[in-house]
């Protein structure tokens, strides 16, 4: 059976090249097994599984894996600890798993254990925080232009002139993800000079408690706040909280990312002025297809002699009260509670 990739439309990927050196071990045995009967083992290492992303994510994977009757799903909740997802790397080349999904919590702690496994035959997808070392695959959302949206957004709100506030990701993360700079940019790039970014946050965990908390404080530092940027609709949400609390809903705009369903329903109740869009439903459903394909085909970094990780990126789009229904009539991933 050839695994399609339909839902790849839209996205692109990055062609990975071999280096002189590494001829030899391109060379080396691939061993595919038949993903229709063959019994396959998978494990999903999210940064936890708790939260509204890492819930999208795996309802992803169950959904494409309900068609491969033979294939175990296992999940880990490493609980945004990268030593426990080093373990747990480590128990699925002792158990001989077939296929990791893993979304990396501190990237270069993780990246040598993600070695292991693709040195062990295990073909490795990274899920949007990617590690420097080759491995079979990585699949990404566009952080980046998440940012440039949102800072072109706001600054249409404001006619190009507010005060801005940024909750970025964990510090751990930022080598690797890049909401903020991506924002950044899109306001030096367009000479956008009375958008000023006033504050900064990292927010542990991507947790919704905290950046309500940290906006809470930064409410009390700053009293004149006109928009929030936030790195997730996690830390949008937990915002919109801390800004409602406040009395200051009309006063504020927030700009989420990430297109979850809660924050969906608050842009269209008017809660929250919007977020960038990006379908982890149809990410993680494309990233299960092509682990699928690896483990088929027997293809990791290593038999492929890799230099450089294939990432696979999707897009981001704006998402306003303009266009949610839209999206909600549309979206797979806007019906996932």
């Not at 600890?81 to 296929?99: A, F, H, L, N, R």
């Not at 190009?160 to 306001?187: C, E, H, R, T, W």
């Not at 000479?191 to 990292?202: G, H, L, P, R, S």
């Not at 290593?302 to 979206?331: L, M, R």
Request: charged fraction near 20%; hydrophobic fraction near 40%; include cysteine.
């Amino acid at each position: 059976m050839v695994v399609t990739l339909g839902l790849l439309a839209g996205c692109s990927s990055a062609t990975p090249t071999a280096s002189a050196d590494q001829t030899e071990a391109s060379n080396a045995p691939k061993v595919g097994k038949d993903i229709e009967k063959d019994p396959l083992k998978i494990a999903f290492i999210p940064l936890s599984t708790s939260g509204v992303a890492s819930a999208l994510e795996l309802k992803a994977i169950e959904d494409q894996l309900l068609y491969y009757k033979n294939a175990k799903l296992q999940v880990f909740d490493p609980q945004f600890d990268p030593s426990k997802q080093v373990t747990m790397i480590q128990e699925c080349i002792t158990q001989k798993y077939d296929g990791i999904l893993i979304e990396p919590m501190d990237p270069e702690t993780v990246g040598k254990a993600i070695v292991e496994a693709e040195m062990a035959g295990i073909p490795v997808c990274t899920i949007n925080p990617q590690v420097s070392q080759p491995h079979a695959f990585g699949i990404k959302g566009s952080d980046y232009m998440s940012g440039e949206i949102a800072a072109e957004y706001l600054c249409k709100a404001f006619n190009d002139k507010a005060n801005v506030v940024i909750l970025d990701a964990p510090a751990a993360q930022m080598a690797s993800v890049m909401y903020s700079k991506g924002f950044n940019d899109y306001l030096a790039a367009n000479n956008k000079t009375e958008m000023v970014v006033i504050d900064y946050q990292n927010i542990d965990n991507w947790s919704l408690d905290i950046a309500n908390q940290a906006m809470r404080d930064l409410l009390t530092k700053h009293s004149d706040i006109d928009a929030v940027f936030c790195a997730s609709d996690d830390l949008a949400l937990g915002a919109v909280q801390a800004v409602n609390s406040a009395g200051r809903a009309d006063e504020i705009k927030v700009w989420g990312a990430g297109g979850f369903p809660n924050a969906l329903k608050a842009i269209q109740d008017g809660i929250m002025y919007g977020t960038s869009f990006q379908d982890y439903y149809t990410e993680l459903s494309a990233a299960t297809y092509l682990l699928l394909n690896h483990i088929q085909t027997g293809k990791t970094a290593i038999t492929e002699g890799y230099s450089e990780t294939p990432i696979v990126q999707c897009p981001a789009f704006p998402c306003t009260k303009e266009n949610v229904d839209i999206i909600i009539a549309q979206s797979r991933q806007a019906e996932i509670k």
